[in-house]
């Protein structure tokens, strides 16, 4: 059981990292071009990345052909809708305001398990839980910049971000019922080339053209990016499919990725200071963590003592 655990936990952190870190590369590329056309360039490389890995063409467009509509149902939610609403919302709030609202994915995605997959329900001890985690990126966030909410443009930011949430949970139990019928990486790579393809096709009449000439830096932050996507969504796609993994529980660990981007960014950008309240909400958000693991194995235990005795009372 704990090497279960473990190898699901490892790279589940593992993704959640690569994730954090994208915000630094994101910043980067983006001074020097627009936000759609940066995503589908970004996705449409990645998709082509993990074609090697695919086990062939022939099998790659055989089993996109087979299961055409898990395909195109992922490529339109986890990549065309989810970043075309992410990058429009960051653009338009107070970066600590947006990193609380994406801070709380894992709840909605919760929520949206809770209804749509047997056997990944809520109860208020679980609920619990994810509230104290929440509470925690509260904290991080707040730690790291005050913000304050004025305007239409920031409250469509808002309502931008909530729906990137919504939609996150969607997919991910998109791809852990009906993904399972086609081989991960193939999922992963088709759908994010379709929906670069999609995001780029898009981004041309609302942005207009980019020029192809550009300095080092942005071709820095966009083949890492890319290179980020492709294992980290991968990763991703491999864990949801995997039997006896709840999508709520995976996506438990992504309460991570705001607090190993905002160690990241106290790192690496001049001007980011840590503070108390970023320190308390780290330590809340570890605590959470561990406080859900534990739930997990005392459920587990609970479930087989059950087990025992309603076998012994039959014998």
């Known amino acids: ?26 910043k980067i590329g983006l001074e020097y071009t627009t936000p759609l056309n940066f995503a589908g360039l970004r ?10 890995f695919v086990g062939g063409l022939a099998t790659y467009f055989s089993a996109i052909r087979k299961h055409w509509k898990i395909v195109v149902l992922i490529s339109l939610l986890q990549t065309f809708l989810q970043y075309a609403l992410f990058y429009q919302g960051i653009n338009r709030v107070p970066a600590s305001l947006a990193a609380i609202i994406i801070g709380a994915q894992p709840l909605f995605i919760a929520f949206v398990a809770h209804f749509l997959m047997p056997g990944d ?31 239409e443009a920031e409250i469509s930011g808002i309502i931008f971000l909530i729906l990137v949430n919504i939609i996150a949970g969607f997919s991910n139990v998109f791809v852990a019922k009906d993904g399972r019928k086609i081989p991960a990486l193939v999922l992963s790579s088709s759908s994010m080339l379709f929906g670069g393809l999609l ?13 192809l000439r550009q300095p080092p830096p942005y071709y820095y932050s966009l083949f890492y990016l890319s290179a980020l996507s492709a294992v980290a ?22 309460f991570l990725i705001p607090l190993l981007g905002a160690v990241l960014a106290w790192i690496i950008l001049p001007g980011e200071k840590i503070n108390i309240y970023a320190l308390l909400g780290m330590f809340i958000i570890a605590a ?27 014998s």
């Open 43 to 52: 996705f449409m490389i990645s998709g082509l990345l993990i074609l090697p």
């Open 199 to 211: 995001l780029y096709l898009v981004s041309i009449p609302l942005e207009g053209f980019t020029a």
């Open 121 to 151: 329900s809520l109860n208020w001890k679980k609920l619990l839980i994810y509230f104290f985690g929440f509470s925690g990126i509260i904290l991080v966030s707040l730690g790291r910049e005050n913000f304050s909410v004025s305007g």
């Open 1 to 26: 059981m704990l090497i279960k655990r473990t190898s699901t936990s490892i790279p589940a952190i593992f993704a959640c990292l690569l994730w954090a870190s994208a915000f630094v590369g994101i």
């Open 233 to 254: 969504i991968s990763i991703w796609f491999i864990l949801l499919k995997r039997p006896g993994v709840k999508v709520s529980d995976l996506n438990f660990w992504k």
């Open 288 to 314: 959470s963590l561990v406080l859900l693991n534990l739930y997990k194995q005392w459920h587990s235990v609970k479930k087989r003592l059950k087990f025992a005795i309603v076998k012994t009372n039959k």
